[in-house]
């Protein structure tokens, strides 16, 4: 069974910096892709980073190029985001997800934000300012 478990979230000041965690178990796929999503109050989620485990490939969300960085850990299973430079508009519950190769089709990258089908318990994230 395949389980994400998120941790990391806290609250901070503006300029701050939070690094979150994403251990996953349950699967043991060489390529898979990993994400970090947000949602805020009355927003709609949005996929924020995610890497590609296979080679490392990373994607980010325009809004936080530059700031924030994710990164893996392929021994411990996990994936890391690294925010730096925390604004309000940063505040959110952020969750982890995974994307998994369908029976035995390898993946060679990630696909798109809406591929995503396994997630993590979320955690919260706050900005201020």
């Known amino acids: 069974q395949v389980q994400l478990v998120d941790s990391g979230g806290d609250s901070v000041q503006a300029g701050g910096s939070l690094r979150l965690s994403c251990v996953g178990s349950g699967y043991t796929y060489s390529g898979v892709c990993m994400g970090w999503f947000r949602q805020a109050p009355g927003k709609e989620r949005e996929g924020v980073a995610a890497?590609?485990?296979?080679?490392?490939?990373?994607y980010y969300h325009d809004s936080v190029k530059g700031r924030f960085t994710i990164s893996q850990d392929k021994v411990k299973n996990t994936v890391y985001l690294q925010m730096n430079s925390l604004k309000p508009e940063d505040t959110a519950m952020y969750y982890c997800?995974?994307?998994?190769?369908?029976?035995?089709?390898?993946?060679?990258?990630?696909?798109?934000?809406?591929?995503?089908?396994?997630w993590g318990q979320g955690t919260q994230v706050t900005v201020s300012s």
């Open positions: 997800a995974a994307d998994l190769p369908l029976g035995s089709v390898p993946m060679v990258s990630c696909g798109t934000w809406g591929d995503f089908g396994y």
């Open positions: 890497i590609f485990t296979g080679d490392g490939s990373t």
